[in-house]
């Protein structure tokens, strides 16, 4: 088989298996803040800087459910992806600032990963398995692939510019 010919069945299994690794994992991290409870996530925020603590909770809990099952489903699939570059990015400026790259020093690289792989996803489409194709909804391509990279980033930068007050001396209470 010549390897640059793919197969339409080669890229809907290609598909399914991204949105089936990014979709659950997203909805598990949601759920996780709200079983956890969400005051405990509240102080975290707070402590990150993302203020009020109690609304950036539910934000990225729920945000993180809905974004997880529309990808997860193939459903708005360019929209999803944004929500997963704007939930990276927050995560990767605020929990993961100043870490370095590797997350075994606590820096960005999972999370630039997911938001990498969510703008793929955008690109390539979720597959005929979906609801946007049951749906007949195209919202795919190169140009869904940028929507999602640049929507993603102004989101995440329009929250952060509006929430964001880290304490004055850098340190977060975790670090007292």
Known sequence: MDATAISSTDLDVA???LRLALGPMLVLHGLNKVQGGL???????ESLGLKPGWLHARLAAYTE?????????GL???LGAMAFVGLMTVAALTDHRGKGYFIFKGGAEYVVLVGIVAVA???VGPGRWSLDN???????GLGWGLIALVGGVLAAGGLLATFYRPNATGATKADA
């Open 39 to 45: 005051d405990g996530t509240a102080g975290w925020f």
């Open 134 to 140: 049951a749906f007949g909804l195209d919202l795919a």
């Open 76 to 78: 708005l699939n360019g």
């Open 65 to 73: 459910i809905g974004a997880g099952i529309i990808v997860t489903l």
């Open 15 to 17: 598909s399914l298996v």
């Open 121 to 123: 996803l955008a690109v």
